[in-house]
Protein backbone atom coordinates (compact mmCIF):
# COMPACT_ATOMS: atom_id res chain seq x y z
CA UNK A 1 0.00 0.00 0.00
CA UNK A 2 1.52 3.12 -0.69
CA UNK A 3 2.46 6.26 1.28
CA UNK A 4 0.26 9.31 1.31
CA UNK A 5 2.85 12.31 0.10
CA UNK A 6 3.19 15.16 2.63
CA UNK A 7 2.89 18.50 0.39
CA UNK A 8 6.25 20.31 0.86
CA UNK A 9 5.52 24.06 1.74
CA UNK A 10 8.28 26.49 1.02
CA UNK A 11 8.82 29.94 3.29
CA UNK A 12 10.36 32.91 1.86
CA UNK A 13 13.83 33.88 3.38
CA UNK A 14 14.71 36.79 1.27
CA UNK A 15 15.72 37.92 -2.03
CA UNK A 16 18.42 37.38 -4.26
CA UNK A 17 20.34 40.40 -5.96
CA UNK A 18 22.71 38.76 -8.84
CA UNK A 19 25.80 40.46 -8.68
CA UNK A 20 28.27 41.41 -11.86
CA UNK A 21 31.06 40.73 -12.80
CA UNK A 22 33.54 41.79 -15.01
CA UNK A 23 33.22 39.32 -17.39
CA UNK A 24 29.12 40.25 -17.87
CA UNK A 25 30.85 43.40 -19.45
CA UNK A 26 33.48 41.41 -21.25
CA UNK A 27 31.15 39.69 -22.94
CA UNK A 28 28.70 42.13 -24.38
CA UNK A 29 31.39 44.03 -25.71
CA UNK A 30 32.09 40.95 -27.90
CA UNK A 31 29.49 42.03 -30.08
CA UNK A 32 29.84 41.31 -33.81
CA UNK A 33 29.49 45.53 -34.69
CA UNK A 34 31.77 47.21 -37.59
CA UNK A 35 33.40 50.05 -36.13
CA UNK A 36 31.60 52.75 -37.14
CA UNK A 37 28.01 51.22 -35.84
CA UNK A 38 29.33 51.13 -32.54
CA UNK A 39 30.18 54.94 -33.10
CA UNK A 40 26.43 54.85 -34.26
CA UNK A 41 24.92 53.45 -31.41
CA UNK A 42 26.65 56.36 -28.96
CA UNK A 43 25.13 58.95 -31.61
CA UNK A 44 21.72 57.59 -30.97
CA UNK A 45 22.00 57.83 -27.33
CA UNK A 46 22.02 61.97 -27.74
CA UNK A 47 18.72 62.56 -30.31
CA UNK A 48 15.79 63.45 -28.59
CA UNK A 49 11.67 63.48 -29.46
CA UNK A 50 11.79 67.42 -28.91
CA UNK A 51 15.28 69.21 -29.40
CA UNK A 52 18.06 69.32 -32.39
CA UNK A 53 21.59 68.05 -31.71
CA UNK A 54 24.90 69.18 -32.03
CA UNK A 55 27.61 66.52 -31.35
CA UNK A 56 31.45 65.78 -32.28
CA UNK A 57 32.86 62.45 -32.70
CA UNK A 58 36.68 62.47 -31.96
CA UNK A 59 39.09 60.06 -32.47
CA UNK A 60 43.04 60.38 -30.94
CA UNK A 61 44.51 57.36 -32.32
CA UNK A 62 47.48 58.51 -30.69
CA UNK A 63 45.84 58.43 -27.25
CA UNK A 64 43.71 55.66 -27.66
CA UNK A 65 40.52 57.24 -27.03
CA UNK A 66 37.62 58.17 -28.54
CA UNK A 67 35.12 61.22 -27.65
CA UNK A 68 31.82 61.74 -28.47
CA UNK A 69 30.01 65.16 -27.17
CA UNK A 70 27.07 66.56 -27.20
CA UNK A 71 24.71 69.62 -26.31
CA UNK A 72 21.54 67.31 -25.79
CA UNK A 73 19.41 67.19 -22.52
CA UNK A 74 21.77 65.13 -20.34
CA UNK A 75 21.28 62.48 -17.95
CA UNK A 76 19.50 63.25 -14.69
CA UNK A 77 21.79 62.29 -11.33
CA UNK A 78 19.13 59.94 -10.56
CA UNK A 79 19.06 58.27 -13.82
CA UNK A 80 22.80 57.53 -14.03
CA UNK A 81 22.96 53.68 -13.52
CA UNK A 82 19.99 53.45 -16.13
CA UNK A 83 23.29 53.96 -18.82
CA UNK A 84 25.00 50.77 -16.99
CA UNK A 85 21.99 48.71 -16.41
CA UNK A 86 21.43 45.90 -18.94
CA UNK A 87 18.12 46.55 -21.11
CA UNK A 88 17.35 49.50 -18.92
CA UNK A 89 16.60 52.78 -21.18
CA UNK A 90 17.80 56.08 -20.10
CA UNK A 91 15.53 59.51 -20.82
CA UNK A 92 12.75 57.03 -21.73
CA UNK A 93 10.28 58.56 -23.27
CA UNK A 94 12.74 61.52 -24.43
CA UNK A 95 15.19 59.22 -26.61
CA UNK A 96 14.21 59.27 -30.87
CA UNK A 97 16.20 55.72 -31.26
CA UNK A 98 16.14 53.75 -28.10
CA UNK A 99 14.75 49.75 -28.83
CA UNK A 100 16.18 47.93 -25.76
CA UNK A 101 18.93 49.84 -23.85
CA UNK A 102 21.26 47.24 -24.73
CA UNK A 103 23.05 48.57 -28.00
CA UNK A 104 25.11 51.70 -26.09
CA UNK A 105 26.63 50.01 -22.97
CA UNK A 106 27.69 47.29 -25.72
CA UNK A 107 29.45 49.77 -27.57
CA UNK A 108 31.26 51.06 -25.21
CA UNK A 109 32.91 48.09 -24.27
CA UNK A 110 33.35 47.25 -28.07
CA UNK A 111 35.27 50.32 -28.56
CA UNK A 112 37.28 50.25 -25.75
CA UNK A 113 38.17 48.98 -22.06
CA UNK A 114 37.96 51.70 -20.25
CA UNK A 115 35.49 55.00 -20.03
CA UNK A 116 34.21 57.95 -18.56
CA UNK A 117 30.63 60.10 -18.66
CA UNK A 118 30.45 63.28 -17.80
CA UNK A 119 27.07 64.99 -18.15
CA UNK A 120 24.87 67.92 -17.03
CA UNK A 121 20.73 67.32 -17.33
CA UNK A 122 19.09 69.85 -18.53
CA UNK A 123 16.97 70.24 -15.32
CA UNK A 124 19.72 70.56 -12.58
CA UNK A 125 22.73 72.73 -12.30
CA UNK A 126 24.70 69.77 -10.78
CA UNK A 127 27.66 68.06 -13.45
CA UNK A 128 28.00 64.39 -12.90
CA UNK A 129 31.02 62.14 -13.21
CA UNK A 130 30.36 57.79 -13.96
CA UNK A 131 33.48 55.64 -14.06
CA UNK A 132 34.10 52.12 -13.84
CA UNK A 133 35.77 50.59 -11.20
CA UNK A 134 37.43 48.35 -13.69
CA UNK A 135 39.31 47.70 -17.38
CA UNK A 136 37.50 44.65 -19.02
CA UNK A 137 41.17 44.73 -21.18
CA UNK A 138 43.04 44.15 -18.00
CA UNK A 139 41.02 42.83 -14.99
CA UNK A 140 39.86 39.06 -14.42
CA UNK A 141 36.91 38.38 -15.24
CA UNK A 142 35.46 37.34 -12.06
CA UNK A 143 36.33 40.28 -10.28
CA UNK A 144 32.73 42.16 -9.04
CA UNK A 145 31.70 45.16 -11.13
CA UNK A 146 30.43 48.10 -9.64
CA UNK A 147 30.81 51.98 -10.76
CA UNK A 148 31.64 55.28 -9.25
CA UNK A 149 29.72 58.36 -9.22
CA UNK A 150 30.84 61.91 -8.15
CA UNK A 151 29.56 65.27 -8.77
CA UNK A 152 30.12 69.19 -8.46
CA UNK A 153 27.17 72.08 -8.37
CA UNK A 154 27.53 74.29 -11.46
CA UNK A 155 26.52 77.25 -9.50
CA UNK A 156 27.54 79.84 -11.75
CA UNK A 157 26.26 77.66 -14.99
CA UNK A 158 29.84 77.20 -16.52
CA UNK A 159 29.39 74.46 -17.82
CA UNK A 160 27.07 73.42 -20.78
CA UNK A 161 24.20 71.27 -21.13
CA UNK A 162 24.96 67.63 -22.30
CA UNK A 163 27.10 64.48 -22.29
CA UNK A 164 31.10 63.76 -22.87
CA UNK A 165 31.96 60.19 -23.57
CA UNK A 166 35.58 59.40 -23.56
CA UNK A 167 36.65 55.93 -24.24
CA UNK A 168 39.87 54.88 -23.64
CA UNK A 169 42.45 51.56 -24.07
CA UNK A 170 41.04 50.75 -28.11
CA UNK A 171 40.21 47.93 -29.19
CA UNK A 172 41.62 46.47 -31.72
CA UNK A 173 39.69 47.53 -34.87
CA UNK A 174 39.07 50.69 -34.88
CA UNK A 175 40.13 53.21 -38.38
CA UNK A 176 44.15 53.07 -38.68
CA UNK A 177 43.93 53.70 -42.75
CA UNK A 178 42.88 56.30 -45.26
CA UNK A 179 39.99 53.74 -46.36
CA UNK A 180 39.12 52.31 -42.90
CA UNK A 181 38.62 56.49 -41.93
CA UNK A 182 36.56 56.98 -45.07
CA UNK A 183 34.73 53.94 -44.28
CA UNK A 184 33.67 55.32 -41.15
CA UNK A 185 32.50 58.69 -42.67
CA UNK A 186 30.15 57.55 -45.28
CA UNK A 187 28.31 55.23 -43.45
CA UNK A 188 27.93 57.75 -40.79
CA UNK A 189 26.81 60.19 -43.75
CA UNK A 190 23.96 57.80 -45.26
CA UNK A 191 22.87 56.59 -41.73
CA UNK A 192 21.74 59.85 -40.86
CA UNK A 193 21.05 61.35 -44.20
CA UNK A 194 17.17 62.54 -42.92
CA UNK A 195 18.65 64.15 -39.43
CA UNK A 196 21.55 66.19 -41.33
CA UNK A 197 19.21 67.66 -44.03
CA UNK A 198 16.18 68.30 -41.25
CA UNK A 199 18.38 69.72 -38.85
CA UNK A 200 17.97 67.34 -36.30
CA UNK A 201 21.28 66.50 -35.81
CA UNK A 202 24.47 68.40 -37.04
CA UNK A 203 27.71 66.16 -36.52
CA UNK A 204 31.53 66.79 -36.95
CA UNK A 205 33.91 63.70 -36.94
CA UNK A 206 37.27 64.50 -36.28
CA UNK A 207 40.11 62.06 -36.47
CA UNK A 208 43.51 63.18 -35.58
CA UNK A 209 44.16 66.77 -36.41
CA UNK A 210 41.50 66.64 -39.60
CA UNK A 211 37.61 67.26 -39.17
CA UNK A 212 34.83 66.72 -41.81
CA UNK A 213 31.46 68.24 -41.31
CA UNK A 214 29.18 65.14 -41.83
CA UNK A 215 26.55 66.23 -44.65
CA UNK A 216 24.31 63.91 -46.06
CA UNK A 217 24.44 60.73 -48.63
CA UNK A 218 22.12 59.49 -50.42
CA UNK A 219 21.75 56.62 -54.00
CA UNK A 220 22.37 58.31 -57.47
CA UNK A 221 18.84 56.87 -58.66
CA UNK A 222 17.65 56.93 -62.27
CA UNK A 223 13.92 56.45 -62.65
CA UNK A 224 13.28 54.55 -65.38
CA UNK A 225 9.55 55.56 -65.92
CA UNK A 226 11.07 59.51 -66.27
CA UNK A 227 13.63 59.46 -68.70
CA UNK A 228 15.32 62.79 -68.95
CA UNK A 229 17.95 61.95 -71.42
CA UNK A 230 16.81 59.73 -74.37
CA UNK A 231 20.30 58.88 -75.73
CA UNK A 232 21.96 58.48 -71.93
CA UNK A 233 18.84 56.10 -70.99
CA UNK A 234 19.43 58.41 -67.34
CA UNK A 235 16.28 59.06 -65.82
CA UNK A 236 15.45 61.75 -62.83
CA UNK A 237 17.64 61.46 -59.49
CA UNK A 238 13.99 59.62 -57.36
CA UNK A 239 12.93 56.56 -56.92
CA UNK A 240 10.98 54.83 -59.36
CA UNK A 241 7.58 53.65 -57.07
CA UNK A 242 6.48 54.08 -54.11
CA UNK A 243 4.21 52.74 -51.22
CA UNK A 244 2.13 51.41 -48.16
CA UNK A 245 2.16 47.92 -47.08
CA UNK A 246 0.37 46.54 -43.60
CA UNK A 247 -0.51 43.32 -41.82
CA UNK A 248 -4.07 41.78 -43.31
CA UNK A 249 -6.42 39.09 -42.40
CA UNK A 250 -9.02 37.57 -45.10
CA UNK A 251 -12.66 38.44 -43.25
CA UNK A 252 -15.86 36.65 -44.58
CA UNK A 253 -18.65 38.90 -45.17
CA UNK A 254 -22.48 38.64 -44.84
CA UNK A 255 -22.68 37.59 -48.44
CA UNK A 256 -20.11 35.04 -48.48
CA UNK A 257 -17.37 36.94 -50.69
CA UNK A 258 -14.05 37.19 -48.83
CA UNK A 259 -11.88 40.32 -48.55
CA UNK A 260 -8.38 41.52 -47.13
CA UNK A 261 -8.72 43.74 -43.88
CA UNK A 262 -5.94 46.27 -42.09
CA UNK A 263 -5.14 44.46 -38.78
CA UNK A 264 -2.54 46.98 -37.38
CA UNK A 265 -0.42 44.16 -36.68
CA UNK A 266 2.73 45.90 -38.58
CA UNK A 267 2.92 48.91 -41.53
CA UNK A 268 6.19 49.95 -42.95
CA UNK A 269 6.70 52.57 -46.25
CA UNK A 270 8.39 51.78 -49.41
CA UNK A 271 10.55 52.86 -51.57
CA UNK A 272 12.40 51.49 -54.64
CA UNK A 273 14.46 52.06 -57.86
CA UNK A 274 17.39 51.93 -60.15
CA UNK A 275 20.42 53.40 -59.07
CA UNK A 276 22.49 55.00 -62.39
CA UNK A 277 25.53 53.30 -63.45
CA UNK A 278 29.07 54.97 -62.65
CA UNK A 279 30.03 54.99 -66.13
CA UNK A 280 26.74 56.94 -67.28
CA UNK A 281 26.34 58.81 -63.76
CA UNK A 282 29.77 60.22 -64.91
CA UNK A 283 29.04 61.31 -68.44
CA UNK A 284 25.71 62.56 -67.44
CA UNK A 285 26.54 65.03 -64.31
CA UNK A 286 30.75 65.62 -64.87
CA UNK A 287 29.39 69.64 -65.71
CA UNK A 288 26.20 69.71 -63.34
CA UNK A 289 27.24 68.24 -60.66
CA UNK A 290 30.05 65.82 -60.21
CA UNK A 291 29.94 65.37 -56.27
CA UNK A 292 26.87 63.66 -56.74
CA UNK A 293 28.94 61.18 -58.41
CA UNK A 294 32.12 60.82 -56.62
CA UNK A 295 29.95 60.64 -53.10
CA UNK A 296 28.83 57.57 -54.41
CA UNK A 297 31.11 55.89 -56.58
CA UNK A 298 34.74 57.31 -55.82
CA UNK A 299 37.67 55.41 -54.05
CA UNK A 300 39.50 57.44 -51.35
CA UNK A 301 42.37 55.53 -50.83
CA UNK A 302 42.57 51.64 -50.65
CA UNK A 303 40.84 49.96 -53.16
CA UNK A 304 37.27 49.88 -52.66
CA UNK A 305 34.38 52.09 -52.73
CA UNK A 306 32.91 52.99 -49.34
CA UNK A 307 29.63 54.10 -49.97
CA UNK A 308 27.04 51.97 -49.18
CA UNK A 309 24.70 52.77 -52.53
CA UNK A 310 27.94 51.93 -54.84
CA UNK A 311 27.20 49.96 -57.89
CA UNK A 312 28.20 46.15 -56.63
CA UNK A 313 26.45 43.18 -55.65
CA UNK A 314 27.46 43.76 -51.86
CA UNK A 315 25.77 47.26 -51.98
CA UNK A 316 22.39 46.78 -53.42
CA UNK A 317 19.40 45.12 -51.72
CA UNK A 318 16.86 46.57 -49.00
CA UNK A 319 17.53 49.25 -46.37
CA UNK A 320 15.76 49.17 -43.07
CA UNK A 321 15.38 52.60 -41.74
CA UNK A 322 13.24 54.16 -38.26
CA UNK A 323 10.49 55.70 -38.47
CA UNK A 324 12.30 58.63 -37.09
CA UNK A 325 11.62 62.36 -36.87
CA UNK A 326 8.39 62.83 -34.67
CA UNK A 327 5.85 60.80 -37.27
CA UNK A 328 5.73 58.60 -39.99
CA UNK A 329 7.17 59.51 -43.12
CA UNK A 330 9.21 62.75 -42.07
CA UNK A 331 12.51 60.39 -41.77
CA UNK A 332 14.78 58.59 -39.95
CA UNK A 333 17.96 56.52 -39.61
CA UNK A 334 18.88 53.42 -41.39
CA UNK A 335 19.71 50.46 -38.94
CA UNK A 336 20.57 47.94 -41.88
CA UNK A 337 21.72 48.58 -45.20
CA UNK A 338 21.30 46.15 -48.46
CA UNK A 339 19.48 43.33 -47.00
CA UNK A 340 17.19 40.67 -49.14
CA UNK A 341 19.56 41.47 -52.72
CA UNK A 342 18.43 39.40 -56.03
CA UNK A 343 21.01 36.69 -56.59
CA UNK A 344 22.14 38.42 -59.68
CA UNK A 345 22.43 41.10 -62.20
CA UNK A 346 21.35 43.17 -59.57
CA UNK A 347 23.94 45.58 -58.63
CA UNK A 348 21.77 48.70 -58.75
CA UNK A 349 18.66 47.44 -57.50
CA UNK A 350 18.09 50.04 -54.18
CA UNK A 351 15.05 49.88 -51.64
CA UNK A 352 14.13 52.10 -48.40
CA UNK A 353 11.74 50.36 -46.06
CA UNK A 354 10.48 53.43 -43.02
CA UNK A 355 9.28 50.82 -40.30
CA UNK A 356 5.88 52.41 -39.62
CA UNK A 357 4.28 50.39 -37.06
CA UNK A 358 5.63 46.45 -35.50
CA UNK A 359 8.76 45.75 -37.15
CA UNK A 360 12.03 46.09 -35.08
CA UNK A 361 15.39 45.24 -35.00
CA UNK A 362 16.90 42.76 -32.43
CA UNK A 363 18.76 44.41 -29.12
CA UNK A 364 22.37 45.75 -30.88
CA UNK A 365 20.50 46.39 -34.40
CA UNK A 366 22.91 44.41 -36.25
CA UNK A 367 19.93 42.10 -37.62
CA UNK A 368 15.51 42.23 -37.73
CA UNK A 369 13.76 40.52 -35.44
CA UNK A 370 12.61 37.13 -37.09
CA UNK A 371 9.31 37.24 -35.25
CA UNK A 372 6.03 36.41 -37.33
CA UNK A 373 5.79 40.04 -37.78
CA UNK A 374 8.86 40.07 -39.78
CA UNK A 375 8.39 37.23 -41.82
CA UNK A 376 5.05 38.14 -43.11
CA UNK A 377 6.09 41.59 -43.85
CA UNK A 378 9.57 39.99 -46.23
CA UNK A 379 7.10 38.15 -47.86
CA UNK A 380 4.77 40.72 -48.91
CA UNK A 381 7.37 43.23 -49.60
CA UNK A 382 9.00 40.38 -51.88
CA UNK A 383 5.56 40.35 -53.83
CA UNK A 384 5.81 44.01 -54.03
CA UNK A 385 9.19 44.58 -55.25
CA UNK A 386 8.16 41.71 -58.05
CA UNK A 387 4.64 42.95 -58.80
CA UNK A 388 6.75 46.19 -59.58
CA UNK A 389 9.05 44.84 -61.61
CA UNK A 390 11.89 44.93 -59.60
CA UNK A 391 13.38 41.36 -59.85
CA UNK A 392 13.76 41.75 -63.64
CA UNK A 393 16.94 40.83 -64.25
CA UNK A 394 18.82 43.26 -67.29
CA UNK A 395 21.88 43.69 -68.61
CA UNK A 396 24.54 46.70 -67.77
CA UNK A 397 23.70 49.36 -69.36
CA UNK A 398 19.92 49.05 -70.29
CA UNK A 399 16.59 50.15 -67.94
CA UNK A 400 14.62 48.22 -66.11
CA UNK A 401 11.44 48.65 -67.95
CA UNK A 402 10.54 45.19 -67.12
CA UNK A 403 10.03 41.89 -69.24
CA UNK A 404 9.23 41.73 -72.96
CA UNK A 405 4.89 41.69 -72.12
CA UNK A 406 5.64 44.82 -70.39
CA UNK A 407 7.14 46.53 -72.75
CA UNK A 408 4.59 45.30 -75.46
CA UNK A 409 1.75 46.46 -73.02
CA UNK A 410 3.34 49.53 -72.38
CA UNK A 411 3.57 50.44 -76.08
CA UNK A 412 0.36 49.43 -76.65
CA UNK A 413 -1.24 51.87 -73.62
CA UNK A 414 1.23 54.66 -75.65
CA UNK A 415 -0.45 54.06 -78.74
CA UNK A 416 -4.04 54.16 -76.70
CA UNK A 417 -2.74 57.39 -75.38
CA UNK A 418 -1.07 59.05 -79.15
CA UNK A 419 -3.90 60.79 -80.94
CA UNK A 420 -1.04 61.59 -83.90
CA UNK A 421 -0.40 57.87 -84.61
CA UNK A 422 -3.99 57.07 -83.76
CA UNK A 423 -4.58 59.39 -87.30
CA UNK A 424 -1.58 58.63 -89.16
CA UNK A 425 -2.40 54.99 -89.12
CA UNK A 426 -6.30 55.07 -88.96
CA UNK A 427 -6.91 53.91 -85.71
CA UNK A 428 -10.33 54.52 -83.94
CA UNK A 429 -10.34 54.49 -80.40
CA UNK A 430 -14.32 53.34 -80.61
CA UNK A 431 -12.62 49.93 -81.95
CA UNK A 432 -9.50 50.23 -81.11
CA UNK A 433 -9.08 46.63 -80.10
CA UNK A 434 -10.44 45.44 -83.33
CA UNK A 435 -7.39 47.46 -85.02
CA UNK A 436 -4.77 46.07 -82.58
CA UNK A 437 -3.65 43.12 -82.16
CA UNK A 438 -1.21 41.46 -79.31
CA UNK A 439 0.64 38.58 -79.86
CA UNK A 440 -0.98 37.77 -83.35
CA UNK A 441 -0.36 34.77 -84.02
CA UNK A 442 0.63 34.06 -88.13
CA UNK A 443 2.07 31.04 -90.10
CA UNK A 444 5.71 31.95 -89.31
CA UNK A 445 5.72 32.68 -85.53
CA UNK A 446 3.74 35.36 -83.42
CA UNK A 447 4.01 38.99 -84.25
CA UNK A 448 4.16 40.86 -80.93
CA UNK A 449 1.44 43.46 -82.24
CA UNK A 450 -0.55 43.47 -85.09
CA UNK A 451 -2.34 46.97 -86.39
CA UNK A 452 -5.01 46.72 -88.76
CA UNK A 453 -5.40 50.71 -89.72
CA UNK A 454 -7.67 52.04 -92.27
CA UNK A 455 -4.30 53.97 -92.87
CA UNK A 456 -1.65 51.28 -92.51
CA UNK A 457 -0.76 47.94 -91.52
CA UNK A 458 1.90 47.90 -89.20
CA UNK A 459 3.73 44.92 -87.51
CA UNK A 460 5.73 46.03 -84.36
CA UNK A 461 8.37 43.72 -82.81
CA UNK A 462 9.59 44.53 -78.99
CA UNK A 463 12.42 43.79 -77.12
CA UNK A 464 12.92 44.80 -73.58
CA UNK A 465 16.68 45.79 -74.06
CA UNK A 466 17.95 45.46 -77.38
CA UNK A 467 17.07 44.89 -81.59
CA UNK A 468 19.53 42.89 -83.58
CA UNK A 469 19.84 42.09 -87.17
CA UNK A 470 18.06 38.79 -86.48
CA UNK A 471 15.12 40.67 -84.55
CA UNK A 472 15.20 42.65 -87.61
CA UNK A 473 15.09 39.86 -90.32
CA UNK A 474 12.27 38.12 -88.18
CA UNK A 475 9.59 41.40 -88.20
CA UNK A 476 10.24 41.70 -92.05
CA UNK A 477 9.11 38.13 -91.97
CA UNK A 478 5.59 38.45 -89.97
CA UNK A 479 5.33 42.22 -92.03
CA UNK A 480 5.49 39.69 -95.36
CA UNK A 481 2.88 37.49 -94.36
CA UNK A 482 0.41 40.20 -92.97
CA UNK A 483 0.97 42.57 -95.48
CA UNK A 484 1.97 45.37 -93.80
CA UNK A 485 3.55 48.92 -95.22
CA UNK A 486 4.87 49.72 -92.09
CA UNK A 487 7.43 48.16 -89.37
CA UNK A 488 8.02 49.40 -85.73
CA UNK A 489 10.90 48.04 -83.95
CA UNK A 490 10.41 48.97 -79.89
CA UNK A 491 13.06 48.88 -77.80
CA UNK A 492 16.10 50.65 -75.70
CA UNK A 493 18.48 50.29 -78.44
CA UNK A 494 19.78 49.32 -81.72
CA UNK A 495 22.60 47.14 -82.38
CA UNK A 496 25.14 47.49 -85.24
CA UNK A 497 23.46 44.61 -87.33
CA UNK A 498 20.37 45.85 -86.43
CA UNK A 499 20.45 49.34 -87.76
CA UNK A 500 22.70 47.24 -91.21
CA UNK A 501 19.58 45.09 -91.46
CA UNK A 502 16.58 47.71 -91.38
CA UNK A 503 18.56 49.74 -94.05
CA UNK A 504 18.89 46.64 -95.94
CA UNK A 505 15.42 45.50 -95.77
CA UNK A 506 13.79 49.04 -96.35
CA UNK A 507 15.88 49.43 -99.69
CA UNK A 508 15.20 46.57 -100.53
CA UNK A 509 10.90 45.79 -99.99
CA UNK A 510 10.28 49.26 -100.41
CA UNK A 511 8.47 50.07 -97.09
CA UNK A 512 9.25 52.17 -93.95
CA UNK A 513 11.07 50.53 -90.76
CA UNK A 514 11.53 52.57 -87.53
CA UNK A 515 12.78 52.10 -84.65
CA UNK A 516 11.21 53.47 -81.58
CA UNK A 517 13.03 53.96 -78.33
CA UNK A 518 11.24 51.96 -75.45
CA UNK A 519 12.60 54.70 -72.79
CA UNK A 520 11.33 57.41 -74.51
CA UNK A 521 7.53 55.89 -74.36
CA UNK A 522 8.43 56.83 -70.21
CA UNK A 523 9.82 60.15 -70.86
CA UNK A 524 7.37 62.20 -68.57
Avoid at 268 to 283: F, N, Q, S, T
Avoid at 386 to 412: A, I, Q
Wanted: aromatic content about 8%.
Amino acid sequence: MEKTKKATKFTKQRTATPKVYVGSFQAIGRQSFEWWAAVAELIDNTLTKQNNTRCMVILDRVNQTITIIDDSIGIKGDDLEEVIAMGKKSNQGKQLLSFSGVGAKAALYFLGNDFEIITKPESENTVYRLTPNFNTGTDSAEKLANFNVSSYEDENGDHPTGTKIVIRDLNRGYPKTEQTVDKMIQMLRATYADYLDSGKLALRVMVDKTTWNIDSLRPLLSNQLNIVDEDLLVGANEPGKEGVLFSTETITNPDGKEKEVKTGSWEIRVKAGWKLHPKVALEYYKETDPKLVSDNYQIRGGSKVNSPYDWSAETCGVCFKTSGIGTPGKGGKILLFNQMGASSRSEGFWCEVELVKGIEPTMIKTGMKQDGNFLEMKARLTEWLTTNGFRSRVKTGYLHLGELEDVRDHFVEYLRGNTELQHAWGINLDTFDQHVITENDLSGGRADVAIYGTKHTVTVECKKECIDGVDVSQAVGYAMEMGSDLVMLVAQKMTKTGTFMQKLWKDKLGIDIIFKSSSAMHKK
